[in-house]
């Protein structure tokens, strides 16, 4: 039977049920391909049917090696779940498909379901290469390609190393750019590694000899073994596993563990049994529309043959994903050559090429900067009058590329030589750039359409111009560049880009607190008269008086610091919207007694407050009046209750389950880690709010990785996360450390706790600077485990400060009548109650009467409201 | 309402119009505090130097009675309050609104204030100034 041809997608009618796209393949350029769809198919004129052949929705291959620096295979995801929760997307993970019948418009899976399509898509990627070697299919000999690849090679390994009583020898057959990364994985499973490549240098697609004289020396230096110049012969097992191997020439190597990362063929099985055009060397042939010879399907990503090539980069791919998704939208959009301009970061070693690195275009020049004993080697091919940029080359130090590689094709200015030097990277011609320059290859955003973001988008700051244009979100490697243009942007704008606090302070608010603390000083006129101007204001005094807090300076409420609060912290209450507070005590780890909920109950029945469950496990008592703070702390104070610093920028709780005491599936004690980590960090104060979750299993149910710290309990001790938000911007923690005991982990939370404190700007949440850390989690985690900086025991030593010196705020106040009297109502008049508030009762309960019933005068009550129970 | 204060005023500010609300003393330095004065809410704020200000405690922007509670600072040499509640900043001395946050600004009434003898007198606003109230017209 075969189907009408299905008229183009301009002609059709909107309202039309949408027709179906099928996308074989499961990985990054799929996604991409759905993810373009749907965001530019408003009218939903589209489903979609992704086959996912892997066990898992699409994540990042390009970032496979992480999974061996700690991270989980869900840290590999990539976007959100959103995508997969869209009605018009069906994501089929593990189904494979088995065959296509174009004349039928369907395709066949492993499952045996036959699904119909208008348009289909083939994004089966590449297999890893296997060279034909004898003994390659030996148990121990892998692949590099897939989340299932990486796991069974850190199984293999693992299990060797406990049945051998010597380290664990692994060679990586391939010294290009997989083959490093591969070693990069052998090298964090501690194998001893020798890289064996077929060609005279590492890289050879990449670097030229030069570079890969540099690359070598660089990667020896890490301990990895390099054999240039050396084919395989083969693999020699003993009991089926592979033993040693054999070259043509040299010695044999003696190995527990091989991985073949020689290259990617196309997965072009598919589409040549369905009889459509591959190219010679494999690959299914496409025009510039990503379109193959039969209308209806398309190919893209490693599988496509463009131009007569198969490219195996993700950013050409992303291209082919856009490129399909603006044709099946009725669009034009073609294909526009891709830049194979390359940047990693490969065993900790920059590489990038870019442009006409080879210098392949008659007449070019070769500026080359070669330094052994720095392990840098940079080469720039210019045009003939050395004034044009054609490409280049960067070992050892890449930091010029995000500047370099838009100014291909351009005229550089000045002496290229001067790009090359350390402080080339700093001369970066950001400001120069001209629009149409493309800054971020993997999305394709031109510094034009940065510059507009900032102009017309009306973006202020990275962050915005990152979500509005995609920029810098896929490697990042461009990040730095960006944030130049948006600099200069803004600056050009009038918009004042300084870390300046405010106009008292010249500095930062971490510059401030790195004066304070190492001046000792203790009070806001002190600091404003060494470091900045005039009185102060509610930007910096907060500042300060949380700085102070954090130096362990005494009672918030102490002498001068009292009038650097803002009210909440002044009063120790939560302000609302009619003047009136709220008051939470704490309640650490959310376990409460009865006789501990009874007090609560029985005190806001007495001052007729609202009560709420808050999300952070606690009660929050609402519609106190100022003056009625310290009765309500009396009575909570005297029945075993603190302060639960709900109202200041400082811990707010510690979230748990119930953990391994109750639940059938707890691995460990949750809330009593809970509880003791509530207890230890009450108190201190931050630069934003802290909230901390400890779940007792993989199941999470404390939501931890919701937090500024999550802990998460494993079989083996517990895994530690940060940078976690809810609220404007969610954002998943991060993996920071994992099984550590509780010993680790506490001292672990101290330090990146005060590294937070001391090095945050003003009101930055903790996931905020993570992502702004220069280095990220990885420069965190150096500092804070490895002690990159050496200030780990200083780090240490303020937090068993705090610790020591922790008093209960409110008890203190309770106990000083100087400090009692500032919450009465009036000045002139403390006994008499302020009695502008009107509350009505809703649901049992008193609420602020609105505007419109304060003026229709009805219901008007005051906070000691009856409720009818 | 009549308050008693314990506090004597002093003759010559009693002829203006002027009540006498507390000393100096009883205000914490770079901070706000409430007053009744006339049955009507205050803010009193005494700056560094000692000088005290009065301005109206209702925020124009919340309709809270809370302008004692904000946090006292300076804007070059203009003394300053900032509404606890929506950050507004005004000039203590004249009421002004000096950022609306994002908001159509609108200013405070102001309260002329006399220090004696380490006594506070306030005296209603003069003129036709009103408090500025939520939806008050300026």
Request: net charge negative.
């Amino acid at each position: 039977m075969t189907k009408p041809i299905v008229p183009s997608v301009s002609d059709m009618p909107a309202a039309q049920s949408p027709q179906h796209l099928v996308v074989i393949g499961g990985g990054m350029v799929a996604r991409r391909l759905v993810d373009a769809l749907r965001s530019r198919d408003a009218a939903g004129s589209w489903s979609v049917t992704l086959l996912c052949e892997e066990p898992r929705a699409p994540y990042d291959r390009v970032a496979l090696t992480s999974y061996f620096t700690g991270r989980h295979p869900e840290d590999l995801a990539l976007g959100g779940q959103e995508l997969w929760d869209d009605p018009l997307v069906t994501l089929k993970r593990g189904v494979k498909a088995e065959a296509i019948d174009r004349d039928a418009r369907t395709v066949t899976t492993s499952t045996g379901s036959v699904i119909d399509y208008d348009a289909l898509v083939l994004a089966t990627g590449s297999y890893a290469a296997v060279p034909p070697v004898p003994g390659k299919d030996l148990r121990g000999a892998f692949v590099y390609r897939t989340i299932d690849d990486v796991a069974d090679l850190r199984g293999w390994v693992e299990k060797r190393r406990n049945e051998l009583d010597r380290p664990v020898r692994g060679a990586v057959v391939g010294g290009g750019l997989l083959g490093l990364e591969a070693a990069g994985a052998l090298r964090a499973l501690d194998v001893d590694t020798t890289v064996v490549e077929f060609a005279p240098r590492l890289m050879p697609l990449q670097v030229d000899d030069g570079g890969g004289e540099a690359l070598r020396r660089l990667i020896e230096d890490l301990g990895v073994r390099v054999r240039t110049g050396t084919a395989t012969s083969r693999i020699v097992g003993d009991r089926g596993r592979v033993s040693r191997m054999e070259f043509t020439e040299g010695p044999a190597l003696d190995v527990d563990v091989v991985i073949f990362a020689v290259g990617v063929r196309p997965r072009d099985e598919l589409a040549v049994a369905a009889g459509l055009e591959v190219g010679e060397r494999g690959g299914v042939i496409v025009d510039d529309a990503c379109a193959t010879n039969d209308p209806a399907v398309w190919a893209i990503g490693e599988v496509a043959n463009i131009g007569g090539r198969c490219l195996g980069l993700v950013a050409p791919g992303y291209t082919m994903a856009e490129i399909v998704a603006d044709r099946l939208l009725g669009g034009s959009g073609t294909f526009p050559g891709a830049d194979l301009s390359t940047k990693l970061k490969l065993l900790g070693v920059d590489v990038a090429n870019f442009g006409d690195a080879f210098a392949q275009e008659p007449g070019g020049l070769e500026v080359v900067i070669s330094d052994p004993v720095a392990g840098v080697y940079k080469k720039l091919v210019m045009s003939d009058d050395a004034r044009t940029l054609r490409g280049g080359i960067l070992v050892g130090d890449a930091s010029a590329y995000a500047a370099l590689r838009p100014m291909v094709g351009r005229e550089l200015g000045g002496d290229p030589a001067a790009y090359l030097l350390p402080e080339g990277a700093g001369a970066a011609p950001a400001g120069d750039l001209p629009d149409d320059a493309a800054v971020c290859s993997c999305n394709n955003v031109t510094a034009g359409a940065i510059r507009c973001a900032v102009t017309d988008g009306g973006c202020t700051d990275l962050t915005g111009v990152k979500g509005c244009t995609k920029a810098g979100t896929s490697c990042g490697s461009c990040l730095p560049l960006v944030k130049k243009l948006v600099t200069t942007e803004l600056e050009k704008s009038g918009v004042e880009v300084s870390s300046a606090l405010c106009e008292h302070f010249d500095l930062s608010r971490a510059q401030l607190f790195d004066v304070v603390r190492v001046q000792g000083l203790t009070t806001f006129s002190e600091i404003i008269a060494a470091h900045g101007r005039g009185r102060g204001c509610d930007i910096c005094k907060p500042v300060i008086g949380s700085i102070l807090a954090s130096l362990g300076t005494g009672h918030i409420l102490e002498g001068e610091r009292a009038s650097l609060q803002d009210t909440n912290d002044h009063v120790m209450a939560n302000l609302q919207k009619d003047g009136s507070y709220s008051v939470v005590p704490r309640i650490p780890g959310g376990e409460i007694t009865p006789e501990g909920l009874i007090v609560i109950g029985e005190v806001a029945r007495e001052f007729g407050l609202y009560t709420k469950i808050t999300g952070g496990q606690r009660i929050d008592l609402f519609g106190a009046r100022m003056d009625q703070l310290p009765a309500i702390w009396k009575r909570l104070v005297d029945n075993g209750f603190e302060s639960g610093h709900a109202y200041g920028k400082s811990l707010r709780t510690v979230k748990s389950c119930v953990g391994s005491t109750w639940c059938r599936y707890g691995v460990q004690d949750s809330v009593g880690l809970a509880i003791a980590l509530e207890l230890r960090y009450r108190g201190v104060r931050s630069p934003h709010k802290l909230k901390l979750g400890v779940s007792g299993c993989a199941r999470e149910c404390a939501e931890a990785r919701g937090k500024d710290v999550g802990v998460i309990a494993t079989d083996h001790g517990w895994n530690l996360y940060v940078g976690g938000n809810g609220g404007f911007t969610p954002r998943h923690a991060q993996l920071l450390a994992e099984d550590l005991n509780t010993e680790t982990l506490v001292r672990t939370i101290d330090r990146f706790l005060m590294y937070y404190v001391r090095t945050a700007d003003r009101l930055q949440r903790a996931a905020a600077w993570v992502e702004d850390h220069e280095g990220g989690l990885d420069a965190i985690r150096a500092v804070v485990i490895d002690d990159s900086l050496g200030v780990a025991a200083d780090l240490d030593a303020a937090m068993a400060v705090h610790v020591d010196a922790y008093e209960d705020e409110w008890a203190a106040v309770l106990a000083d009548p100087e400090k009692l009297r500032r919450f009465g109502s009036f000045v002139n008049a403390p006994d008499v109650a302020d009695d502008s508030f009107a509350y009505v009762a809703e649901r049992g309960q008193p609420r602020p009467a609105t505007a419109d019933e304060r003026a229709g005068g009805v219901l008007i009550a005051g906070t000691t409201l009856e409720v009818r129970r | 309402m009549t308050v008693e204060t314990g506090v004597v005023p002093h003759p010559d500010v009693r002829r203006r119009g002027f009540i006498a609300v507390c000393r100096v003393g009883d205000l914490v330095p770079e901070r706000g505090a409430a007053a009744l004065v006339s049955g009507e809410q205050v803010a009193l704020f005494r700056c560094a130097d000692d000088t005290v200000y009065a301005v109206q405690q209702l925020d124009p922007f919340s309709g809270a009675f809370v302008m004692a509670r904000g946090i006292v600072g300076t804007r070059g040499e203009v003394p300053t309050v900032a509404s606890p509640m929506y950050k507004q900043v005004f000039d203590l001395r004249t009421g002004e609104c000096l950022d609306a946050v994002g908001k159509e600004p609108v200013p405070l009434a102001v309260w002329p204030v006399e220090v004696r003898d380490g006594v506070v007198h306030v005296a209603p606003p003069e003129g036709p100034s009103e408090v500025s109230s939520p939806g008050t017209e300026t």
